[in-house]
């Protein structure tokens, strides 16, 4: 799922939207990710790596295979040096899966590990370009999500923020200098 969505949303045209042709579906398995019960998180570039003897791997089998494995240096090159203020789409796309962990644990998770609105609203503040916010909250209704509450919950935190972005570049343009 963050495969259609990190994809898809960083490849919009120079106005800003869309781009016509969705960038995963190029490609078909590319990309996955985990996030474990103990609250550990890894993605890897190439399903493949995820799997030996057509189950997946463990955590610690990752950690081995990262340190034998060059295959995986794209992937973890992808991490080095991330940072909000470089000029690429990284640091969005990790804030959009941010959000993801954050619903799917919202929707399946123990009542303590939720996050409040006001939690989700925090990390929406984290996105760097407005454009990269808007191509997600337009693809989260193409994958059905906006039907579960729990993205519903991200997309309308994303809108609002959106808006109250808009509302002060507004304000910043009009007022006197």
Not at 20 to 29: E, I
Request: charged share 30%; glycine share 4%.
């Amino acid at each position: 799922l963050f495969l259609f969505v990190a994809q898809d949303i960083a490849h919009s045209d120079r106005e800003g939207k869309l781009s016509s042709v969705p960038m995963s579906w190029v490609r078909s398995l590319v990309a996955g990710f985990q996030v474990t019960i103990s609250g550990r998180f890894w993605v890897i570039t190439e399903v493949d790596s995820c799997y030996a003897d057509d189950h997946p791997i463990q955590y610690d089998a990752l950690e081995e295979r990262i340190s034998e494995d060059r295959s995986l240096d794209r992937m973890i090159a992808f991490f080095d040096g991330l940072t909000r203020g470089e000029e690429r789409y990284r640091w969005d796309r990790m804030v959009a899966l941010h959000l993801f962990v954050v619903a799917f644990i919202n929707k399946f998770g123990y009542c303590e590990q939720r996050s409040t609105t006001a939690q989700i609203s925090e990390i929406v503040a984290q996105f760097k370009n407005p454009e990269i916010a808007s191509n997600l909250i337009d693809w989260m209704p193409r994958l059905g999500l906006t039907e579960v509450k729990e993205f519903r919950q991200v997309n309308d935190a994303i809108k609002r923020h959106l808006h109250v972005r808009k509302r002060e570049r507004a304000l910043a343009a009009a007022s006197p200098r």
